[in-house]
């Protein structure tokens, strides 16, 4: 059985996703896998953030003789094992984590109702004021 790493197309309408994964190469592409590798989301805004891959599972392939396309080949090139981008892929991932936790917002006071004015005391009570 010959087998290729390919891009297995996922998500939806103008916001495409794929998976990486080792697959028979008579499979259609979005077809049934050996295995998943990694993913590949090219609307992450980091460039290098883009690829993930599991690059023990990935030497294991390459070295049972399995053949990547071309645009996958140069993902394994950059991000794989011994991969010529990995610093800055730690760096993007790093960065992206960062901008994806939210800060806590700040306690949010209870809405409350304007205090009413003190009342003016009544006449009798001012009289008992004088007197003491």
């Known amino acids: 059985m010959a087998v290729r790493i390919r891009m297995k197309m996922?998500?939806?309408?103008?916001r495409p996703f794929f998976r990486?994964?080792?697959?028979?190469a008579r499979a259609p592409r979005d077809g049934r896998v050996i295995e998943e590798l990694g993913t590949y989301d090219p609307m992450i805004p980091y460039e290098d953030a883009r690829a993930v891959l599991n690059a023990e599972r990935v030497q294991y392939?390459?070295?049972?003789?399995?053949?990547?396309?071309?645009?996958?080949r140069i993902l394994?090139?950059?991000y794989g094992p011994n991969?010529?981008?990995l610093e800055k892929q730690k760096?993007?991932?790093?960065?992206?984590?960062?901008?994806r936790r939210r800060p806590t917002p700040p306690p949010v006071a209870p809405r409350s109702?304007?205090?009413?004015?003190?009342?003016?005391?009544?006449?009798?009570?001012?009289?008992?004021e004088a007197q003491a």
């Not at 109702?113 to 009289?127: L, V, W």
Request: some cysteine.
């Open 10 to 14: 996922m998500g939806r309408k103008h």
């Open 20 to 24: 990486i994964c080792a697959m028979d």
């Open 61 to 72: 392939w390459l070295g049972v003789g399995a053949q990547p396309t071309e645009k996958v």
């Open 76 to 78: 394994i090139k950059k």
């Open 83 to 85: 991969g010529t981008r």
């Open 91 to 99: 760096e993007a991932l790093e960065r992206l984590a960062q901008e």
């Open 113 to 128: 109702r304007p205090e009413p004015a003190p009342e003016e005391p009544a006449a009798e009570d001012q009289e008992q």
